[in-house]
């Protein structure tokens, strides 16, 4: 028994030493890499400080030059100081490949290995070691210190498997902090081979690289998972972006971030195509904020905007949420219909006048009521937005006025006739009294002016008769009483901007450049050109339309919320991202249509991401009970791992807030990351109470928040009262089960009716 021991002692030095070299290994190479960073950084430094100096040499095409110069460098060096720390994350050693080929990063670009590659006796050697990070790094003579992870040289290190491995011998995962190297964790793709490299038995370190991804600590904003990203998941990042490409996943199968990744791959892959933008629509402000650092690391910034829903519309957040009754009529298609008929009674809003007085080749001129309303319903008969239509009700008020005056029967002659009308509508126009008129009569309406019209219950009721109930109409003006906007106000907000029409906004006049004024060229250029970098700035400020837009959790948007979006991608290629089971929308099927509708005729290609990274398998297990109640018939995402913890139970002792705060207080000396407790809409602010003074590791949400976001540990409050919140609230329901990647605590209460040992109804077989 003591030799036993012994051996195994000394098979775990090895093992450490073996472990130990190849971290130092790795080390090498990242001090090599961070040199070569250096070096380039002040190249970049250099190049700016020599562009600034070109500026003083006072010609237009010197300081048209600097400018070019300044917007290249700064982006480089941008860039560079962006990526510098925990960038080089993978790495693929490789048989020697069929063709010697090599790609624009230094890489061959052989897929599969060249014949004679694998020995007849099971060995092989490897023949190139390529280095993966999130921008890719050549050394002086342009031989690849690092690849980027988009390039096609990279794709080995996401789609090889052991069924398919391609020319991949090993895959490694290196774990970083800064410039230091903490561990790394190797997969066999073809564990058979005996295979060698530079002279040496290839060692493999780990228990698997997938594992040791998991297995990390989560904190509040999402981290990358370039090194773990998969074969399926892989193929959706790099598929073809013309039309639509749609992904169905459930939880923790990687959904969000294979959309932020599918962002950068997409403008590294075709810059010049996407230079229009790239929009991702995230559900919740909390996404935006969890995934928001996740593409600058990845390499790209400034082309990608990253908006939640409640925030697509200039100058307004949503803060709010909405009773699920009035949600519901808010986002249903119906409120197109209320919100046009809004727009057009908005006019009525301040007692407009009921008669137009002029006078005209000195006659008075007179029109009454009745026929002014008749010429407000001709000029609303047109299509345009109800602001646009001004014009018109104007030339019909003229034409009207004309006519009452019997100058038209004056002239046979058609080119006197004509002067006459023009002298007349002249004439007229330039009264004041016709000018006051006509901004009272057909006043400028703005969104929020007709949404805050809409706020009285007896006006709405007026313009959503047959189209809403009397106890929806009740709700949804109650609501927009409210200070503060939510989602399905901002959604509204847009459809009334659409339905209004903006009117032309006036030119900024630009500042003159301080250097312009030094050299005297103000003499010559009063007013400077746009440099490249001030109209990409402007540009992207402008911006209503996009390239290619990006919809995260898409199942929960509304009807409106789905027009909203797609106002933004009418001339766009799509990726829409979701799970029909976690939708906390109550008319899946009405929001479908809507989504058809935004998306178009374009040809659909379609995705389904069937793995979960993020739960083990004893939570998976517990969360699919709610899930056969929610959506009978659905399959959950398998599990890829188990860790032997069982979901806990527990029942409410003296009160629901000391035993909510226990259980957090446990499973944070149980996790090394966060703890997220997840309770009803109701009862957000109440539970941030309940947790005051436990760290910044805790966090309390409410159930519709916590979509698409992922903790070491949750706790779930009341599973019936999440359930009954809205009818939607299974599938909410089980989208809080699924949170955890380690542990996760249920607490019951009386209304969820536990059984003895703490286990709520609805989570029972």
Do not use: C
């Amino acid at each position: 028994m003591a030799a036993q021991v012994q051996q195994e002692i000394a098979l775990g030095s090895v093992h450490d030493s073996v472990r130990e070299r190849e971290i130092s290994v790795e080390q090498e190479h990242l001090d090599r890499v961070y040199r070569r960073l250096e070096e380039k950084i002040h190249e970049a430094e250099f190049l700016m400080n020599d562009a600034a100096q070109r500026g003083h040499v006072g010609t237009p095409g010197a300081l048209a030059e600097r400018d070019a110069q300044v917007f290249r460098a700064g982006v480089h060096l941008n860039r560079l100081n962006n990526e510098y720390e925990d960038f080089l994350f993978g790495r693929i050693d490789l048989l020697r490949g069929k063709d010697g080929k090599k790609g624009p990063d230094g890489a061959y670009t052989a897929v599969e290995p060249a014949e004679g590659a694998v020995r007849e006796d099971g060995t092989a050697d490897i023949a190139e070691t390529l280095h993966i990070g999130r921008i890719g790094v050549l050394d002086e003579e342009y031989a690849p210190l690092v690849i980027d992870w988009r390039a096609p040289a990279a794709a080995p290190f996401y789609r090889s498997t052991p069924v398919d491995p391609g020319r991949v011998v090993r895959r490694r995962v290196i774990r970083s902090k800064g410039r230091r190297v903490l561990g790394v964790e190797d997969d066999l793709m073809r564990p058979e081979l005996k295979a060698a490299l530079d002279g040496h038995e290839l060692a493999v370190i780990g228990d698997g690289a997938l594992m040791a991804a998991l297995g990390q600590a989560r904190s509040h904003t999402m981290r990358d998972i370039v090194s773990s990203i998969q074969a399926e998941q892989d193929l959706v990042i790099r598929a073809p972006a013309a039309s639509v490409t749609y992904v169905e996943g459930g939880p923790g199968t990687g959904k969000t971030a294979v959309a932020l990744h599918r962002a950068a791959y997409l403008l590294y892959q075709d810059r010049r195509r996407y230079a229009g933008g790239i929009l991702i629509v995230s559900p919740t402000p909390l996404l935006v904020a969890y995934t928001e650092g996740v593409l600058p690391s990845l390499g790209e910034e400034g082309q990608v905007a990253i908006r939640a829903i409640g925030s697509l519309v200039d100058g307004a957040a949503a803060t709010l949420y909405d009773a699920p009754s009035a949600a519901r009529a808010k986002g249903s298609h119906r409120m197109l219909k209320v919100l046009r008929k809004a727009a057009r009674g908005a006019l009525e809003l301040n007692d407009p006048p009921g008669r137009l007085r002029v006078v005209a080749f000195g006659r008075r001129l007179e029109l009454e009521a009745d026929e002014l309303e008749r010429i407000r319903h001709s000029a609303l008969s047109g299509t345009a937005p109800v602001n646009l239509l001004r014009p018109r009700a104007r030339r019909l008020l003229l034409d009207a006025l004309w006519a009452r005056s019997g100058a038209a029967t004056r002239h046979t002659d058609p080119e006197l006739a004509a002067e006459l009308r023009s002298s007349f509508d002249e004439d007229i126009t330039g009264e004041d009294d016709f000018i006051e008129f006509l901004d009272a009569w057909w006043p400028e309406l703005t969104p929020r002016g007709v949404l805050a019209a809409m706020a009285d219950e007896r006006r709405l009721g007026r313009w959503a008769r047959r189209i809403l109930t009397p106890g929806e109409v009740r709700r949804v003006a109650r609501s927009l009483k409210r200070d503060g906007l939510s989602v399905h106000d901002v959604a509204m907000l847009d459809e009334l901007q659409a339905v209004l029409g903006l009117p032309a906004r006036p030119k900024k006049k630009r500042e003159l450049d301080p250097l312009d004024q030094l050299t005297g060229l103000e003499e010559l250029m009063p007013v400077r050109e746009e440099s490249q970098r001030e109209r990409a700035e402007r540009l992207a400020q402008e911006r209503t339309e996009y390239a290619h837009v990006i919809v995260d959790e898409a199942q929960d948007l509304t009807p409106m919320q789905w027009r909203m979006v797609g106002r933004r991608g009418r001339h766009a290629t799509w990726t829409v991202v979701g799970d029909p089971a976690q939708s906390s929308w109550s008319d899946p099927d009405e929001a479908a249509q809507a989504r058809d509708e935004a998306l178009g005729t374009r040809p659909r290609r379609r995705f389904t991401l069937t793995v979960n990274y993020r739960n083990p398998a004893e939570i998976a297990e517990l969360a699919s009970k709610v899930l056969a109640l929610a959506m009978p018939g659905s399959e959950s995402p398998s599990a890829v791992r188990s860790t032997g913890v069982e979901p806990r139970f527990t029942v409410v002792g003296e009160s629901l807030a000391r035993t909510v705060r226990e259980e957090a207080a446990r499973l944070l000396d149980r996790v090394d990351g966060t703890v997220g407790v997840v309770v009803a809409m109701n009862r957000r602010e109440e539970a941030a109470r309940w947790l005051a003074g436990l760290g910044d590791r805790v966090v309390a949400l409410g159930s519709l928040e916590a979509k698409g976001l992922e903790y070491d540990a949750t706790v779930v409050v009341s599973p019936a009262e999440i359930a009954d919140e809205s009818p939607a609230g299974l599938r909410v329901l089980y989208v809080a089960l699924t949170r955890a990647t380690q542990q996760l605590t249920v607490v019951s209460g009386e209304r969820d009716e536990p059984d003895a040992h703490g286990v709520p109804d609805l989570l029972r077989d």
